[in-house]
């Protein structure tokens, strides 16, 4: 008896078929692409936190790594808190972080005021002056009054030299405003309706139906003035003459790009400035810069593809 024994058959690998309604990024990526897409987002990771590491690292090292490293220090070695506690000592840095403080939050806090008040009368439908006022201010984001008509009317208000110098003239982005607008339109009417039948006026509309139904973009908003007033840089340029009231955008300008010394740094109680160098110093300097972002950032990122993709689209 005789058993009949068929050959192995061939394996073929038929080309991949795109399933039908469905597009190409859509698809299962393939070993290749996922070899692609991990190594490209790798480059990018590493050109991001590559630069952050070594001015951390290098604020963190003593003068005399900082001197073997011949610059920006790669690998931890002698790490110390020598460079914050000379900024921290009391001097330029010190102030000027008090300043950032008092502009992030005052700032950002009548920013917030003032956008959603206006983003709430632009977004009800038939309120008084509803077009006209919506079409001037999208003429502002396309042309404004200049540097120095800006200049003259900030001085005629008596705010050069102040602080308020650093808030009033930025206090107003209608870029968020106008991204605020669109996300209340989307609140649902049947709320606004039933709040209506309730009894409710447009203030307890805007506090109890509209505000807690768009946490996302007011989230996303907070986020973009705080950092804005927190990096504030060409008001304080133009404004602020007086060293004192310098926010810390500024110092890192002065004392970072241009070069210049550190004052008041040469009289501690931990060797003064002869022991610390002004690279270290000044990279002190930049990551108390980057404090704010890593801070928010957590909080806001489940928030910020929603806030930024509703109010974009519709409106």
């Not at 983003?119 to 632009?122: Q, R, S, V």
């Not at 102040?162 to 003239?169: H, R, V």
């Not at 489940?302 to 929603?306: G, I, L, M």
């Given at each position: 008896m005789s058993t009949l024994i068929q050959p192995p058959r061939a394996v073929t690998t038929a080309p991949r078929k795109r399933a039908k309604g469905r597009e190409v990024w859509e698809e299962t990526p393939t070993w290749f692409g996922q070899f692609g897409k991990g190594t490209v987002l790798t480059v990018v990771c590493a050109l991001v936190v590559v630069p952050v590491w070594a001015v951390v690292l290098t604020s963190l090292s003593t003068k005399g790594s900082i001197n073997g490293a011949g610059g920006l220090v790669l690998v931890p070695h002698g790490l110390s808190l020598q460079n914050y506690q000379l900024i921290f000592s009391g001097g330029t840095v010190s102030q000027a972080l008090y300043v950032s403080l008092f502009v992030t939050l005052i700032g950002t806090a009548l920013s917030m005021i003032v956008s959603v008040l206006c983003?709430?009368?632009?977004s009800r439908p038939h309120s008084f002056g509803q077009r006209p006022l919506l079409l001037m201010m999208i003429v502002t984001m396309f042309f404004n009054g200049g540097l120095i008509p800006t200049f003259l009317v900030v001085s005629d208000l008596k705010l050069y030299g102040?602080?308020?110098?650093?808030?009033?003239?930025s206090m107003v982005n209608v870029f968020n405003i106008l991204i605020i607008r669109s996300f209340f339109q989307n609140t649902a009417a049947e709320m606004i309706e039933a709040a209506r039948l309730d009894g409710a006026n447009e203030w307890r509309l805007l506090w109890s139906v509209v505000i807690p139904t768009s946490r996302p973009v007011l989230a996303v908003m907070t986020m973009f003035y705080a950092v804005t007033y927190w990096g504030t840089f060409f008001n304080a340029l133009l404004y602020e003459p007086d060293s004192r009231k310098w926010p810390l955008a500024m110092v890192i300008y002065e004392y970072t790009y241009s070069g210049n010394q550190m004052p008041g740094m040469g009289t501690t109680g931990i060797g003064g400035l002869q022991n610390a160098s002004q690279l270290g110093l000044q990279m002190c300097v930049v990551s108390l810069s980057l404090v704010p972002i890593i801070v928010l950032t957590p909080f806001v990122q489940?928030?910020?593809?929603?806030g930024m993709l509703t109010g974009a689209i519709k409106g």
């Open positions: 983003a709430y009368g632009l102040s602080l308020w110098a650093m808030i009033l003239p489940k928030h910020f593809a929603k």
